[in-house]
């Protein structure tokens, strides 16, 4: 599979030079998914601009690396502008599946979610600690 990556410090971005995914390089994706997920990605965008087939194997991955990520609160994000692409994700009712137009607004959308991510655990930290709430022990209950 011809591919290329690009790494930050918040996500992996990888460039598809294929025009297909599917049964016979879906594997080779899949690949390249679980060594960037192994080297701490959690928030990775896929550039599908040249993809214009895609078949139950390669949309197989695509579910699996959308759960990877959203198990570990980031984002797996598709992007493409091809319709039938598109559609045929909707179709596939991939949970929580984020496709953009752009790689930018990709970009966008991880930080946007890590700020998220951020806003959420510092409001659990401050009930954590008993700012709200009373500060009723278990015993209380």
């Known amino acids: 599979m011809e591919f ?4 930050n410090e918040q996500f992996a971005l990888i460039e598809l030079k294929e025009t297909s995914l599917n049964q016979e390089n879906s ?11 192994r080297e701490g990605y959690g928030n990775m965008i896929v550039e599908f601009s040249s993809i214009d087939e895609l078949d139950g194997f390669g949309i197989s991955v695509i579910r699996k690396a959308n759960k990877i990520c959203l198990n570990e609160l980031g984002l797996f994000i598709i992007v493409t502008k091809d319709q039938a692409i598109i559609d045929q994700l909707d179709g ?50």
């Open 4 to 7: 290329k990556v690009e790494k």
């Open 27 to 37: 594997a080779d994706f899949e690949s390249i998914i679980r060594k960037l997920f």
């Open 92 to 141: 596939a009712k991939i949970e929580d599946l984020t496709v953009m137009p752009t790689v930018q607004e990709a970009i966008d959308a991880v930080y946007l979610n890590e700020l998220e991510n951020d806003f959420q655990s510092d409001e659990d930290d401050e009930y954590d600690h008993g700012e709200y709430g009373g500060g009723a022990s278990e015993e209380d209950y």
